[in-house]
Every structure is written in C-alpha cells, then in structure tokens.
C-alpha cells in the first residue's frame, strides 16, 4: 500500500497556512456559538461550505456526479466527519478555545500510532522523540493545567480528545480507502453534505433553536468557517493527506496550538507565558525529528 511521499517544500508552505487558518478557527467557532447553537452552526457551515466546493470542481473539470464506486466510502467518510465536529462543539461549550485547541490536536498522535498499525508507516526512535518533543512542545505553551479547573471544563477536554480520535479515524480512512484515488473536491462533497444532514436532523433533537438574529460579529466568523475553513482549507488537507505521509502531515499540525495560542491572545486577550518562545522551539525540534530522511 503506498503510504505517501515525504514533505516537500510546497507541502510544508501549505502546511504553515493550514495551521494558522485552524489556529484560528477555535476562535472563530467561541465567537459564533454566542449566536448559533452547535448543531446549527455546524449544519450552516457545511452548507456554507459546499459552494466553494463546486465551484473548485467547476473550475478543475470535475465531475462531482461521476459513478465510480466510492458511495459507502464517502457516506462513512463523512459520518466521521460529522460526529468529530460534534463532540468538538459541544466541547467548546465547555472549556475553553486555548485548552480545546491543545486537546484537539493530540489527533497527530492518534494517526502516528493508526498509520504504524494499518498503513504500514514505520516511525524510527528519533521520528517518536519528535512527536513527544512537539507535545511536549504544546503543554508548555498553554502551561500547567490549573488545579482548580471544574469538572465541566475537564468533560469538555475529554470531549475534544473524544473528537481528536475520530479526526485521526478520518484521516487514516481517507488515506485507506477509495477516496485516496479520487479528486479532493468529490471527497470534501462527501465529507460536507453528509455531515450537514447529521447535524441538521440533530439539532431538533437535542433541543437546539435560534432565539434570537444573530450579530454581524458570529456571522463573520461563521462565514470564515464555512468558506476558509471548509471550502478552502480542508480541501486542501483532503489533497496532501492522499499524495504525503498521513502520519507526518499530522506532526506537522503540531503547529496548530502555537497558532491558536497566539489568536487567543491578540483577539481574545488571552495572556502570552515567557515559556512561549521555549515552546516554539520544542515543537520545530520535534518536527524536525519527525520530517528527517530514514
């Protein structure tokens, strides 16, 4: 099974922008649940999403509608998909985007461990320093857990490891299945329409409602999900995942909680440690380890 080629140069510039766009996005998802419940936001930004989607394959000449057998594996594809996003919304009703964010992304520890025991990716010694310097390099960029964090806070950390886990499953699924000899664009219809559909036969369920119009502030972020984060950005991760090393990429994402630190700070206000710079160079130690030739 081809397990994908190291991490080039475009890979890694591609990388650097996805980071910072997901840094981000925890922010983004605090700020729209002011107005938009879970389960809405989550329907409205898949929906907001598919657009950008078919006006990517327009433009590259693909053919959403084509019958090639991927159809069971883009409706578990996109049931993944759907629940992650669950349990990562629900978990930033409970605590907080700096702390969801590093939670969020043990999902690189998840793929390493998923791509040795399914894709055959073998990881040197060295390559799991790296991952432990890199996480290593997250804690010391939130700090020390604060021991008078409540038990709900603590369920929504367990709620997003929850989510980590399925966006790793998702991941390796993609990397395993039909969908690695598809375009990106037929894979993120996939992942979109199914999980809108979960999230909007859900939200009745589980009592959500609009109470009230919502602001310009919760749109915009809304708006930055659904068209940057979904319609942009992931098609591009969908892309790399199938033609990279699954379990390298996902290192790399290590970067994430550095970026989303920093967005806490500048638009949250979130305060910066003196450690963050010691963490900075953690996780590029790590992920130099990670990405070096065997």
Same mark, same amino acid.
């Given at each position: ?9 475009? !890979? ?11 840094? /981000?996005?925890? $922010?983004?998802?605090?700020?729209? /649940? ?24 327009? /433009?590259?000449?693909?053919r959403l509608g084509a ?12 049931? &993944?998909? =759907? ?8 978990? &930033? ?19 390493? @461990? =998923? ?17 432990? &310097? ?27 490891? $929850?989510?980590? !886990? @399925? ?21 993120? &219809? ?8 979960i999230f909007a036969a =859900? ?19 809304? !708006? ?15 892309? /790399? $995942? ?15 909680? @550095?970026? =989303? ?17 010691? !963490? ?6 790590? @992920? $130099? ?6």
């Amino acid at each position: 099974m081809n397990t994908g080629r190291p991490l080039d140069a475009a !890979a890694v510039a591609a990388m650097l922008i996805l980071c910072a766009s997901w840094g /981000l996005n925890q $922010v983004a998802i605090k700020f729209a /649940l002011v107005d938009f419940p879970p389960l809405i936001q989550g329907a409205l930004r898949s929906a907001g999403a598919l657009p950008v989607v078919f006006v990517a394959a327009h /433009l590259r000449g693909v053919r959403l509608g084509a019958r090639d057998g991927t159809l069971m594996a883009g409706l578990t594809a996109g049931t &993944l998909f =759907g629940f992650e996003f669950i349990f990562i919304y629900y978990a &930033l009703t409970l605590t907080t985007a700096s702390r969801g964010v590093v939670f969020v992304y043990t999902a690189p520890v998840f793929v390493g @461990l =998923g791509a040795r025991l399914f894709l055959g990716e073998w990881f040197s010694v060295a390559q799991w320093s790296g991952l432990a &310097l890199s996480f290593l390099g997250m804690l010391v960029a939130i700090g020390v857990p604060d021991p008078t964090v409540g038990a709900s806070t603590l369920l929504g950390d367990a709620l997003m490891i $929850v989510g980590a !886990a @399925l966006w790793a499953a998702t991941t390796l699924f993609l990397k395993a299945s039909s969908l690695a000899h598809v375009p990106t664009e037929k894979t993120s &219809l996939y992942q979109y329409a199914v999980s809108g559909i979960i999230f909007a036969a =859900g939200a009745p369920l589980a009592g959500e409602a609009m109470t009230h119009w919502p602001r310009p502030v919760a749109v915009s972020w809304l !708006a930055y999900q659904s068209i940057w984060v979904l319609g942009v950005t992931f098609t591009i991760w969908f892309g /790399l $995942v199938v033609s990279y090393s699954a379990s390298r990429l996902s290192a790399f994402s290590y970067l994430t909680p @550095l970026f =989303g630190v920093a967005a806490g700070h500048y638009i949250l206000g979130d305060p910066l440690t003196p450690t963050f710079a010691v !963490a900075v160079a953690l996780v590029i130690a790590g @992920l $130099v380890l990670v990405n070096r030739p065997r």
